[in-house]
């Protein structure tokens, strides 16, 4: 069965700090893999995602994500953290239906 | 802006009641899925609809059930309603189906049953 784990429930980073939010999945073929962020009232917005290719992913907002069949993993960095970019963060896997994770909260500090 | 709308925004209802949600895909999407967000269940995949079919189901009620229509506008119906329907639900449409394809997600309805 497809799953996806984000073990982070809450992160917080300072301001202008490195972030790195995780994302093991468990899938039974090739995985398609997103990350989504909902701001507080928000719907999800796309950050990127990965079918196939460069396992390095560039999204919008400055984000990266990179993929690790072997750990099973995608996990998404962003190199300076802004105060905008506090909220909640979701990986996904699937085709049509996705799997969401629990989704990891970032708070981000002065 | 995703491009893909949601009404009403904001739903207050009473346990018992039945409601009607409705989504209006990017132009030019065919497919149409509705998703749950709740406190315990996370966000969960409901059903699918593509040009007017159902194409895929998940974790979706009995006491609901959808429909897309010939403009390709979906609609969610939740009935007898529970405390426990109270959630956010979340549209998304895509161009096709079958295959990978990014899903682009409304606003969400949010639901509250008193």
């Known amino acids: 069965a497809q799953s996806v784990t984000q073990p982070d429930i809450h992160i917080t980073v300072s301001e202008g700090a490195s972030l790195e939010l995780r994302c093991n999945y468990s899938y039974g073929a090739t995985p398609y893999l997103f990350w989504y962020v909902q701001s507080p009232g928000q719907g999800l917005q796309l950050l990127l995602k990965?079918?196939?290719?460069?396992?390095l992913v560039q999204g919008i907002k400055g984000f990266e994500a990179e993929f690790k069949r072997s750990q099973s993993s995608f996990n998404l960095r962003k190199p300076s953290v802004h105060w905008s970019d506090a909220a909640e963060y979701f990986c996904a896997v699937g085709v049509q239906k996705l799997v969401f994770g629990t989704g990891t909260r970032l708070l981000v500090s002065p | 802006d995703s491009g893909v709308t949601q009404t009403p925004k904001h739903l207050i209802t009473a346990t018992g009641q039945r409601v009607t949600l409705r989504c209006s895909p990017r132009?030019?999407?065919?497919?149409v899925y509705w998703y749950q967000q709740s406190l315990d269940q996370g966000l969960q995949f409901l059903i699918q609809y593509y040009n007017g079919e159902e194409r895929a189901k998940g974790n979706i009620l009995e006491r609901f059930s959808a429909q897309q229509f010939p403009d390709l506008h979906s609609e969610l119906n939740l009935s007898s309603l529970e405390l426990g329907d109270s959630a956010l639900y979340f549209c998304?449409?895509?161009?096709?189906?079958?295959?990978?394809?990014?899903?682009?997600f409304g606003p969400g309805t949010r639901l509250l049953v008193l």
């Open positions: 990965y079918f196939s290719g460069d396992t």
């Open positions: 998304a449409s895509s161009p096709r189906t079958g295959g990978v394809e990014t899903q682009y």
């Open positions: 132009s030019g999407d065919l497919s």
